[in-house]
């Protein structure tokens, strides 16, 4: 599976930011628990790099952003499209993707449009 440097930022980041929610709902004594779980996270995303079940690839990101705006001015107004959608479907067009897979249903409406198979994923699955 394609994974541009775009996808670890966004993982990196989820796993961050649910330590941030969590931290903040949770009592300081459970909050070891949050470190622990937020290594592991990242344990275990490194893994998939280094089994390269996730394909490290990269992608010329001023020309995933020219095709964005492109694909921008065809589905924005029809679909609600987003610019972090645009840029995911984007990329997954220059690397010539065979199947796209998302949790967010408007993401695959612009997959779909634009030819892609889609999967989509159940949120945390």
């Known amino acids: 599976m394609f994974f541009l440097p775009l ?3 966004e993982v990196r ?8 929610h969590e931290r903040r709902s ?5 909050r070891q628990q949050i470190t622990r779980e937020r290594d592991a996270a990242f344990d275990r ?5 280094s089994r390269r079940t996730l394909l ?17 001015s065809v589905y924005t107004e029809r679909l609600g499209a987003r610019a972090i959608d645009l ?13 796209f897979l998302t949790t967010d ?3 695959a409406q612009l997959a779909k449009a634009e030819g892609l198979k889609v999967v989509t994923v159940a949120e945390g699955g």
């Open 7 to 9: 996808h670890a930022l």
């Open 13 to 20: 980041n989820a796993i961050l930011q649910r330590a941030f």
């Open 26 to 30: 949770l009592p300081s004594r459970a």
């Open 45 to 49: 995303f490194e893994r998939f790099l």
């Open 56 to 72: 490290d690839v990269t992608s010329e990101l001023d020309a995933a952003i020219r095709r964005a705006t492109e694909l921008a």
């Open 87 to 99: 840029l995911h479907v984007a990329g997954a067009l220059a690397l010539e993707s065979e199947v």
């Open 105 to 107: 249903d408007r993401q």
